[in-house]
């Protein structure tokens, strides 16, 4: 039996990007296609099979520990980057301020897409949410280089809707223009989930 139930759900990618240099900048470089390989996007910083574990899971493993690599990519909604932009107070957010890989015009309230669903694509390449990705300062000396002062009103800003990150499942090309279809895990949501985020026994 199916444990992943497609939904009639479905968007439109119409930014592609990766970083090149993360050292050097967050900024993305644009890109009209991208082959997603089992590591990531290729030439991307933040792809690899495996990667050193960062402050997302200091709470499982010390900074630095080689772990599975479940953030090979930064998948942003079109519309929650509005609302992003608006609480900024700048008239649009450039994608290639944020590091981003993949930009989805159609899904609604994509921050908070159930981990493990699937972003299956045309060419029969598929993404796994991992989870929601949470807005740090990185970001701002990027954004302040375009849009002087603005850097340090991203993070209260993107609150609740930075996005996902996510892992590619099956390889495939994705170009600008693609549509986009959601598959989420075909179970109820965990009855004890507030107790455990309370720390409730």
């Not at 090979?72 to 519309?79: F, I, K, Y």
């Not at 892992?167 to 009855?191: C, I, K, S, Y």
Request: proline share 7%.
């Amino acid at each position: 039996m199916p444990a992943l139930k497609p939904t009639r759900f479905t968007g439109t990618v119409i930014w592609l990007g990766r970083v090149t240099d993360r050292d050097a900048s967050l900024r993305a470089e644009a890109l009209p296609r991208a082959d997603l390989g089992f590591a990531g996007i290729a030439g991307e910083s933040h792809g690899g099979l495996t990667r050193a574990s960062c402050s997302r899971v200091s709470s499982q493993y010390p900074r630095g520990t080689q772990i599975r690599n479940t953030r090979q990519l930064s998948l942003l909604s079109a519309e929650e980057m509005t609302e992003i932009a608006a609480g900024m107070g700048v008239a649009a957010l450039d994608p290639a301020w944020l590091g981003v890989s993949m930009v989805i015009k159609g899904i609604p309230d994509f921050t908070h897409l159930p981990p493990s669903s699937r972003l299956l694509m045309p060419s029969g390449a598929s993404l796994t949410v991992d989870m929601e990705n949470r807005p740090c300062v990185l970001p701002a000396p990027v954004i302040d280089h375009d849009a002087p002062g603005h850097g340090a009103a991203f993070k209260a800003a993107a609150k609740g809707l930075r996005g996902v990150t996510a892992w590619v499942e099956r390889e495939g090309p994705v170009a600008l223009g693609d549509r986009v279809t959601l598959h989420v895990p075909d179970q109820r949501a965990w009855a004890h989930l507030d107790a455990a985020r309370s720390g409730a026994a």
